[in-house]
């Protein structure tokens, strides 16, 4: 069975009734997931979702690009809703350096907001990082990171991948694992300690091969997890096991 450790069902239903997404994951054998929200409505629906379908967990925060919307209102409405017995995490949160929606400085401040959010509440950390992996961790390190938290989505290299999992942090990869280019990402993939190691859909984005290019959903996660599989040179059972297991213990469900 795998845990889809990272979607967004809020954006997913766009296409189709999320029972039947979340139908589709069982049946191709996802046993829990993830969905994350992005800012103050999506939060709600992350919530109302989770509670809906068994097996669905929700993480609520503001992603970096909408870190001008931060206000003491939206702080004081995370932390009602890090009381709820189904959100596991705070995020996704982080640094988007690619975009300039939001500048780098009001994106910092808020990144350590979510950082303490985490850390007081005793929930994981879900981190964004797109072109702003040594930023993301210098922030880490001066705050001190909460006790347990991921990169989603893996993108860096080799010499930052020892420097996020010298600080404790869990990876999760994507369905970019997939694609032709990406032989970064499966040398990063076998670089990982196994009970560091995370897959993720990102649903609706990334989809994996053979779906590239189209709407992703959390029944794919299998094929992020098969290509993870191979890079590993270990079975997929194995990977499934392991990878269901690390993201048990980052949100606290083990």
Known sequence: MWFDSHCHLH???DDAPVASIVERARAAGVS???TVGIDASSNVRAIELARSHGGVYASVGLHPNDSGDWEPDLASELEGFLAADVVVAVGETGLDFYRDRAPQDVQDK???AHIELAKQ???ALIIHTRESIDAAL???EAEGPPERYVFHCWSGDPDQLERALGTGAFVSFAGNVTFKSA????TAARLVPTDRLLV???AP???PVPHRGQRNEPAFVSLVGAAVATARDEEVEEVAEVTTRNAKTLFGLA
């Not at 032989?183 to 499966?186: S, V």
């Open 200 to 202: 993720e859909t990102d």
């Open 138 to 140: 210098d922030v880490l």
């Open 183 to 186: 032989d970064p990402l499966r």
């Open 121 to 123: 509440h005793d929930k």
């Open 32 to 34: 829990e997931m993830v």
């Open 110 to 112: 808020v990144f350590r």
């Open 205 to 207: 984005f990334l989809a």
């Open 11 to 13: 954006l997913c239903e």
